[in-house]
Antibody
């Protein structure tokens, strides 16, 4: 059974770049039919799709964040990553990585989430 | 973006109750609708995909139906572990979008 685990800094200063990594175990990130996704959730609010990357490296980003987001794959480490630039307090949230099963269009496995706080 | 609207935003129920949650899409999403359960401090858990298919390992007291713009999730005989927030999510088009959630709490 695949497992995902997020890692990254818990505190970031405004206008800096936050980088998060998701380590996948129990399966290779290069095997389909999956996309590897990032989703975030501000405290007390609903979930927001950030974007995803296919096993072949094709990306899809939420237009609301597209200018600030990069998602990449590192097959050698079985990891994928999120970079979000020019962060503000509005980016404070729990960030989840998730597997998107492309055959059934569902987020079927999730990491436990990591809190990112943007504050000076 | 496709807007997902859930109702009610919260409901109070007792163990053993039958509860039904609804989700409406701002345009037709065919059957590309998923349901998730989230407990405080935890990641969401997939319950239902493609509008009515039960994810493996999910108890059969969860069922769902719908297509087009109107969908519902039913929990027959609510159990103590079912008190949580439930989200619908459309996978018809990008960006994927979620409803605002329905919180099911103890009456």
């Amino acid at each position: 059974q695949v497992q995902l685990q997020e890692s990254g800094p818990g505190l970031v200063k405004p206008l800096q770049t936050v980088s998060l990594t998701c380590t996948v175990s129990g399966g290779s990130i290069t095997r389909g039919p999956y996309y590897w996704s990032w989703i975030r959730q501000p405290a007390g609010k609903t979930l927001e799709y950030i974007g995803r990357i296919s096993t072949g490296g094709r990306t899809d980003y939420n237009p609301s964040l597209k200018s600030r987001v990069t998602i990449s794959l590192d097959p050698s480490k079985n990891q994928f990553s999120l970079q979000l630039t020019s962060v503000t307090a509005a980016d404070t949230a729990v960030y989840y990585c998730a597997r998107d099963d492309d055959s059934d269009e569902k987020f079927d496995s999730w990491g436990q989430g990591t809190l990112v706080t943007v504050s000076s | 973006d496709i807007q997902m609207t859930q109702s009610p935003s919260s409901l109070s129920a007792s163990v053993g109750d039958r509860v039904t949650l609804t989700c409406r899409a701002s345009q037709s999403i065919r059957s590309y609708l998923n349901w998730y359960q989230q407990k405080p401090g935890e990641a969401p858990k997939l319950l239902i995909y493609r509008a009515s298919s039960l994810q493996g390992g999910v108890p059969s007291r969860f069922s769902a139906t719908g297509s087009g713009t109107d969908f519902s999730l039913t929990i027959t005989s609510l159990q103590p572990e079912d008190f949580a927030t439930y989200y619908c999510q459309q996978s018809y088009s990008s960006p994927r979008t979620f409803g605002q959630g329905t919180k099911v709490d103890v009456k």
